[in-house]
């Protein structure tokens, strides 16, 4: 498959349209394949790491890919999720300060929080955009992940197994991309789900962008009990 020099920039911004209108069209299904996909992810890194024990305690072996296989998807795990905390509202928030402003100012800092984490991402995308600015930058996930995939270059520990690679005649890695799609995808959902929290702000629909109080919900949550 060739790609033209913006051709990964035009398939994440497809991507991250279609899944913009899954979102408004099944938000419910949608929200249940993001907490099924997290779930997945941190049962096979908690699977790896609990055979690879017992492997390597127990009968003196193990597979020499696993911790390069639990770096991969424990990357995966907090790329993926944070887009998730975005649009759930877990991610934690020091915000004790910002409250105690004017309800004005208030929203006005919100959007600031919402307007910089849309920043973080079109950086960490690509960030050659900010020699419009006079700087000399250049870089970012879309070129890093673009670069692995025309080099065709292979994970270090990661090989499939030797009956494939003589039967299809495939190199012995699994090829590196792959496992890095993720920085562009994780990033291109988290500018998503920031765009979204900047317009809910502005609407009045959403305080802030990240502000999870667990604490305060658990107390909430078993105030009855409390009582007793």
Not at 199 to 204: K, L, Y
């Amino acid at each position: 498959m060739s790609f033209l020099p913006y051709g990964p920039w035009v398939l994440l911004v497809v991507m991250v349209v279609v899944y913009f209108i899954l979102d408004r069209r099944y938000p419910e299904g949608l929200a249940r394949f993001e907490e099924n996909t997290l779930a997945l992810l941190l049962a096979v890194i908690t699977l790896v790491a609990f055979t690879q024990v017992i492997a390597r305690y127990g009968f003196n072996s193990g597979w020499s890919g696993a911790l390069e296989f639990q770096r991969i998807l424990f990357a995966w795990l907090i790329l993926f999720g944070m887009s998730y905390g975005v649009r759930t509202g877990t991610h934690l928030g020091v915000d004790a300060f910002v409250r105690m402003f004017p309800a004005p100012l208030f929203r006005a800092v919100a959007i600031f929080g919402a307007i910089a984490c849309l920043l973080y991402t079109a950086i960490l995308l690509g960030s050659a955009w900010l020699q419009v600015f006079g700087t000399n930058t250049k870089g970012g996930a879309m070129l890093y992940w673009s670069t692995i995939y025309r080099t065709g270059a292979g994970l270090d520990e990661m090989k499939w197994p030797q009956f494939m690679v003589e039967a299809l005649g495939i190199k012995e890695r699994l090829p590196r991309w792959s496992a890095y799609l993720i920085m562009p995808v994780g990033l291109g959902l988290f500018g998503l789900r920031s765009a979204q929290a900047l317009v809910q702000i502005a609407r009045g629909e959403r305080e802030l962008m990240i502000a999870g109080h667990e604490a305060e919900d658990l107390v909430a949550e078993h105030k009855d009990v409390l009582k007793d």
